[in-house]
């Protein structure tokens, strides 16, 4: 398993990603799916919300207060982790630390990171959320909706008097739009999980952020405005999609980030002076079967942020995501994409640019340049009994900068992948039990010459999860 991860992403991978694109197609064509038992996690009406994890609870909390229509939803989650190595992001590892760094100790002694055993426990990926609408919906018009959902993966604020540990964790906004609806149109304007690659792997240790986040799953929460389309060919059904969503890039490799003690709304940064908002597009084919549905999109994203006087870099991204059947219970999601300049949405293992910066007068980031990619994600579904009760997951992910594009700067991040194997059972409509195992690989670049030479240091996790989630 480890030898697999550590191939380079070459022109295998894309011809991978080009076939199993055209084998989903091919798949829409003449029928398609079977109990698929995730909610989807993207584009859903406030009324259908997405929940982390295979099932919603059946019943909902909601009611009807004069012309609205309100629903309380939430997750409420225990997480208790335990890694043999050093991660970054400790309770939503992002990659291994590298093994041979030495870490400072109290004592005044150090040890490798991939000496390091922590044992973490956390509550604070916890979600809460509550969704408006009308009671009585028209016809004819538009129906406005709303969504509000927030979590507990905030900021920890110092306090000068009590221990840093003891203060405990901020809101933090998540979701919040609001949505108009007539037959097939769909417009939402506010903060969104954004239109490129819209899946994630089914996880309860990562929901604050995604499972695979900078190993090969883009992902985002942006403001935006959309606009929605839905047209029927008999049972398929095909969606078009296209949005305009803030440019934000906070990328660390040029100092594109909050001074400390501000607000990010208040130090634009180099995405939002380049006065261009990204510009991402998907569209969508899908076909029910049983109860399910079937569904293989395809999208694109571009976007520009300002370096210098009168230089912009470009974003962009085209990417797949397919949900697919393989046998009667036996079901394949993923996603894969290519792009450049992607840090926005921790792509290239967060890594936008890479930049060297030279003293001079006047200063100047020299070279500059960016960072291409590509990578992905594949998750099989495995419902081990027949009331969906039990259901296993298994799957691995990986994203590949290109080696050429990395420069002698920090530490530059060549390679991040992992595996992961999960089993969630349901103790109850409303509290599902989950173990969850995964294994990172993570590997640097040496250079040579201000070339790319051998590899550099490298680490590896694995890391241990237990879930305990109370929905409602």
């Not at 579904?381 to 969906?388: A, H």
């Not at 409303?430 to 670049?445: D, G, I, M, P, Y």
Request: proline letters at 8%.
């Amino acid at each position: 398993m480890t030898k697999f991860l550590a191939k380079p992403l070459g022109s295998t991978w894309y011809r991978a990603c080009t076939g199993l694109l055209g084998a989903g197609l091919t798949l829409l064509a003449p029928a398609a799916v079977v109990g698929q038992t995730q909610t989807p996690q993207y584009g859903t009406a406030p009324q259908e919300v997405a929940y982390p994890g295979p099932m919603p609870p059946s019943e909902k909390a909601e009611g009807t207060f004069g012309p609205l229509k309100i629903r309380l939803y939430g997750t409420l989650l225990l997480n208790i982790a335990v890694s043999d190595s050093r991660v970054d992001g400790q309770d939503i590892p992002l990659w291994a630390s590298q093994d041979s760094v030495l870490v400072p100790l109290p004592d005044g002694s150090t040890r490798r990171a991939g000496e390091l055993h922590d044992l973490v426990f956390s509550a604070r990926q916890s979600v809460l959320g509550f969704t408006l609408s009308r009671a009585n919906q028209t016809a004819s018009g538009w129906n406005p909706s709303a969504a509000l959902e927030l979590d507990f993966f905030g900021s920890r604020p110092v306090d000068i008097r009590l221990s840093q540990a003891r203060v405990f964790n901020e809101p933090r906004l998540r979701l919040a739009y609001l949505q108009l609806e007539r037959g097939m149109w769909k417009i939402v304007a506010g903060q969104d999980n954004v239109i490129l690659a819209p899946l994630d792997p089914v996880s309860l240790s990562h929901v604050a952020v995604p499972l695979g986040a900078t190993a090969g799953n883009l992902w985002g929460r942006l403001p935006q405005v959309r606009l929605d389309h839905t047209h029927k060919f008999g049972e398929t059904s095909a969606l078009f999609q296209f949005g305009i969503l803030r440019p934000v890039f906070g990328d660390p490799a040029l100092s594109d980030l909050p001074a400390a003690g501000t607000a990010v709304d208040n130090n634009p940064g180099f995405g939002e002076r380049s006065t261009h908002p990204f510009y991402q597009a998907r569209v969508a084919l899908s076909r029910p079967m049983m109860g399910s549905t079937a569904t293989v999109g395809v999208a694109g994203h571009y976007g520009k942020e300002n370096v210098g006087n009168g230089r912009n870099l470009d974003s962009w991204a085209f990417a797949f995501d397919l949900n697919l059947p393989l046998l009667s219970r036996l079901i394949l999601r993923g996603e894969g994409f290519v792009g450049s300049n992607l840090v926005s949405f921790q792509g290239g293992v967060l890594q936008g640019v890479a930049a060297v910066s030279v003293a001079g007068p006047p200063a100047r980031l020299d070279p500059i340049q960016r960072i291409g990619t590509g990578g992905g994600w594949v998750e099989l579904v495995v419902p081990v009994t027949l009331d969906n009760k039990n259901i296993f997951y298994a799957g691995a992910g990986t994203d590949d900068p290109r080696d050429k594009h990395l420069l002698p700067a920090a530490v530059p991040r060549a390679k991040n992948s992992f595996v992961w194997a999960s089993l969630f059972r349901k103790l109850t409509d409303e509290v599902t039990l989950a173990f969850e195992w995964s294994n990172w690989q993570f590997r640097t670049e040496a250079f040579a010459g201000g070339r790319p030479g051998p590899r550099g240091p490298y680490g590896s996790a694995n890391v241990f999860n237990l879930a305990l989630a109370y929905q409602f």
